[in-house]
């Protein structure tokens, strides 16, 4: 049970990677993800990844929707992840919010409520008044760094 969930956490850490790679400061991450991985204050892996997309006041709707496809299209592009476009929790609302979910080849067992996937959830409702930047890195490159390996694991 244990190595799926680390693998989905290195999956959805790639994602992310993929986000800051390509749209450093478009977007904040929030919820349980970025409870867990940027603050440590939950001890859980990460289910989903849920940010704000920043945005300026006098885009319009469809400005607003082109900058979620982006992002969206970001995280298809990232190698190991595949979009889902017939799941069912696949929704967007034009120039309000998008949610997408990418499957992943798994190299572990089957768990009972675990799918082998990554939720993307990007919206613009929300307050970026209060964010800072933190670190984040997935499980296995957190085991590494404290093992004195963090050449081993970039992601």
Request: with cysteine.
């Amino acid at each position: 049970q244990r190595t799926a969930i680390v693998e989905r956490d290195y999956y959805l850490t790639r994602a992310l990677h993929s986000l800051c790679a390509s749209h450093a400061g478009e977007f904040i991450l929030k919820g349980g993800t970025s409870l867990s991985k940027g603050w440590n204050l939950l001890d859980r892996f990460s289910e989903d990844l849920d940010i704000l997309v920043r945005t300026e006041a006098a885009w319009g709707a469809a400005r607003r929707d082109t900058r979620l496809k982006a992002l969206r299209d970001t995280i298809a592009n990232t190698k190991g992840l595949t979009q889902d476009s017939k799941d069912k929790r696949t929704r967007s609302e034009t120039g309000v919010s998008r949610t997408a979910v990418y499957r992943y080849e798994s190299v572990t067992s089957d768990v009972p409520g675990l799918g082998r996937n990554v939720l993307f959830e990007a919206g613009y409702r929300g307050s970026a008044s209060a964010a800072v930047k933190k670190p984040i890195q997935s499980v296995v490159a957190e085991y590494a760094a404290d093992k004195g390996l963090s050449n081993l694991a970039k992601v």
